[in-house]
């Protein structure tokens, strides 16, 4: 569990004037340069992956599509760098959609899923919903169609949960901490129980706005990642 959120009232108090902001700056899935903006939620990848390479889906919003950095500084790119120096051969998709709900992503993994050869799902949402003060069961529910949908295919899932903030108290800030656990034990699938273990709230490693992490950030999401990751992985 994380302890280190002695700074991560500093985001909270950037949260008001930086929530739009996260959703307001759309990237397609899976295409071009992690800054270029989507046209509209809804526009369909205009890269098919074809090769028949085993695949592992990075499903999730600005933090997974890297807004604020290079195509190759996001994390699904540095998980590609970390797969290939250890020999293994998979190939890294980046499903990342800037500002994305839980709703957003039910939407459209579908489409995603239907890749070639996925063997692995690593899920990263939730943290939209609860900037917009969504329901968490909302929430849960949407995440849990999108478990069974990757289950359907034996497609394996690592669920990368969120913290609620400190100055979340309450019933709501409670639910938002149970609700990724209970969701991992329910589906029994691989869980890291939160995703910006180490960065989150920490200045030095995020950008301007203290939401989304800079390259030194990035580089430590990506290590915590593929720590949960390895035992998934086969040669």
């Known amino acids: 569990m994380i302890r280190n959120f002695l700074n991560y009232k500093i985001l909270i108090l950037l949260l008001s004037s930086f929530a739009f902001f996260a959703a307001a700056c759309g990237v397609p899935t899976m295409t071009g340069k992690n800054s270029s903006p989507a046209t509209n939620k ?3 990848p205009a890269k098919v992956i074809t090769n028949n390479k085993p695949k592992i889906l990075a499903f999730g919003d600005s933090l997974t599509i890297g807004l604020g950095l290079t195509e190759k500084e996001s994390y699904p790119s540095l998980l590609q760098e ?69 289950k359907a295919k034996n497609i394996k899932v ?10 979340l108290g309450g019933e709501r800030g409670q639910a938002i901490n149970k609700a990724f656990q209970d969701l991992a034990s329910q589906e029994k699938v691989d869980f890291m129980p939160f995703f910006l273990e180490g960065v989150g709230g920490v200045p030095k490693l995020n950008q301007a706005d203290g939401i989304h992490p800079n390259p030194e950030g990035t580089r430590m999401v990506a290590d915590k990642v593929y720590k949960s990751l390895k035992p998934m992985l086969k040669k």
């Open 42 to 44: 809804d526009a369909a």
């Open 82 to 150: 970390k797969l290939k120096a250890d020999s293994y051969d998979y190939e890294v998709l980046n499903a990342g959609m800037s500002g994305d709900t839980s709703g957003g992503g039910l939407e459209r993994i579908d489409w995603s899923l239907n890749q070639p050869n996925i063997e692995i799902l690593i899920l990263e949402l939730g943290a939209n919903d609860i900037l917009k003060g969504l329901p968490i069961e909302q929430m849960k529910s949407n995440l849990t169609q999108i478990i069974r949908r990757a």
């Open 158 to 167: 690592l669920l990368c949960g969120m913290y609620a903030p400190l100055n």
